[in-house]
C-alpha cells in the first residue's frame, strides 16, 4: 500500500510490530509457510481438479495493512475452497519479492498475485511464472500490464486525490502553501496519487500551491526529519498532505515537536492502528484510506474467478461475495470509494 517500489510499506508502519507480530503469527499458522503449498501440484494438475493453491505477495509481512489485507484474503479463500500461501520480504525489498515469485513458480502454484514494490523489476519474474500455466494477477500496487492479467485496485487515484485535497483545502483555503509527502519516488500506487493530487488541484485549486513533493522513505522516523526540517525553513507552509501513513506518522511528530499543533494541518493516507492516536489528538484532521480486509477478500474472488475462467476480458463487474458486485473498468477492479477516519469515527476501525 504505502510503500516504497523502492517500497505504500515501510518501516514507518513496521513500527508497530507487537500489534502485526501477534497478528501474523495467528495467520501463519492458518495458511502455510514460504517453502510454499504441501500437495499442489502443478498449475494444470491444480486447475483441472478443482483445487487451486494461490501465492500472495504483499510489499512487506511487516506492516499492519498487509497483515490485516491478510485476513481478509484468508476468510475468502476458506469460502472459495482455496488454499493461500501469503508471504513477502520483511522490508521493502524488490530482490525478495522477485525471489518469492520465483519459488512459488517452481512449486507450479496455480496463481501468483502480487503487491509490487516496483512496477518493472518483478515482470521477468512475473513472466516466466505466466509461461509456465500460472494466471498472475496484482492488487493494491500494479505492475507493468504485460506481466499481469488484472489488478485489484483501491479507490482510484481520481477518488483519492478529490477526497485527500478536499481535506486539506477546507481547514487551509484554495490558496495556501502546502507540501506533499511520499513515501519513494518510485512507488507505483502513490506515484499515480500524487501525480492525480497535482490534475485535481490545477484543475479545482489553481492557486492552492504544492511547493514540493519529499520523499520520507516509509519510515517515520526520517519523516519525521523531513518534515521537521521542511517546516522550519519554510514557515509559511499550512498543511502537509501524505500518502503514506509513515510519512503522516511522522509529519505529526514534526508539528508537535515545532509546537505548530493548529497551525499546520496535517492531513493524507493512514491507517487506525498507526494514526489514530494522532487523529484523536487533532495534530491529524484526518486519514484517508479504504479497508485493507476488504482488498485482501476481494482479490481472492478475482483470483478465483480467473482460474475458473469466469473473469475474462471484457469482463464489467466482479462478484466479490460479502463485497457484492464490483466494477470492473478494463482489467482494473475497484474496491470502492476511500473511507476518512476521523476523530468521531477512528476508534471504530481496528486496522
Not at 494461490?54 to 498487509?66: C, E, I, N, S
Not at 484474503?73 to 519479492?97: C, R, T
Not at 501468483?112 to 500460472?134: E, F, R, W
Request: overall charge positive; proline content about 5%; charged content about 15%.
Amino acid at each position: 500500500m504505502f510503500s516504497k517500489a523502492l517500497g505504500r510499506p515501510r518501516r514507518g508502519l513496521a513500527s508497530l510490530i507487537t500489534v502485526a507480530a501477534a497478528i501474523a503469527a495467528i495467520a501463519v499458522a492458518g495458511c502455510g509457510s514460504t517453502g510454499g503449498p504441501s500437495g499442489g501440484g502443478n498449475a494444470t494438475t491444480a486447475k483441472k481438479g478443482g483445487s487451486y493453491t494461490v501465492g500472495m505477495l504483499p510489499k512487506t509481512t511487516a506492516d499492519p495493512y498487509f497483515v490485516a489485507a491478510h485476513q481478509g484474503a484468508e476468510q475468502a479463500a476458506k469460502a472459495l475452497g482455496m488454499k493461500l500461501i501469503f508471504n513477502g520480504p520483511s522490508s521493502l525489498d524488490v530482490a525478495g519479492q522477485n525471489q518469492i515469485i520465483s519459488q512459488w513458480a517452481q512449486k507450479h502454484v496455480s496463481a501468483i498475485t502480487v503487491s509490487a514494490n516496483d512496477p518493472n523489476a518483478l515482470v521477468p519474474a512475473l513472466k516466466q511464472a505466466i509461461s509456465q500455466g500460472i494466471d498472475v494477477s496484482s492488487w493494491d500496487a500494479d505492475v507493468n500490464q504485460s506481466a499481469r492479467k488484472f489488478f485489484m485496485s483501491q479507490p482510484t487515484p481520481d477518488q483519492l486525490a478529490t477526497t485527500l485535497v478536499e481535506q486539506m483545502v477546507s481547514s487551509v483555503g484554495p490558496s495556501a502553501k502546502i507540501l506533499l509527502m511520499t513515501s519513494t519516488l518510485t512507488a507505483p500506487n502513490q506515484n499515480l496519487w500524487v501525480k492525480a493530487i497535482k490534475q485535481y488541484v490545477g484543475q479545482k485549486y489553481p492557486k492552492l500551491v504544492i511547493q514540493k513533493v519529499l520523499p520520507g522513505e516509509a519510515d517515520t522516523s526520517r519523516s519525521f526529519n523531513v518534515a521537521k526540517a521542511w517546516l522550519q525553513a519554510h514557515p509559511e507552509t499550512k498543511g502537509v498532505l501524505t500518502v503514506d501513513g509513515a510519512e503522516l506518522a511522522g509529519a505529526a511528530q514534526a508539528v508537535e515537536a515545532l509546537n505548530k499543533k493548529g497551525k499546520v494541518v496535517l492531513t493524507g493516507i493512514g491507517v487506525p492502528s498507526q494514526n489514530g492516536k494522532d487523529v484523536k489528538s487533532g495534530t491529524v484532521k484526518s486519514a484517508v484510506l479504504w479497508n485493507p480486509v476488504d482488498i485482501g477478500y476481494a482479490t481472492m474472488y478475482m483470483v478465483h474467478d480467473l482460474l475458473t475462467g469466469k473473469l475474462k476480458p471484457g469482463a464489467t463487474e466482479l462478484d466479490a461475495g460479502r463485497l457484492g458486485k464490483l466494477k470492473v473498468d478494463g482489467t482494473r477492479i475497484i474496491l470502492g470509494t476511500p473511507l476518512v477516519f476521523t476523530k468521531q469515527n477512528v476508534d471504530q476501525f481496528k486496522f
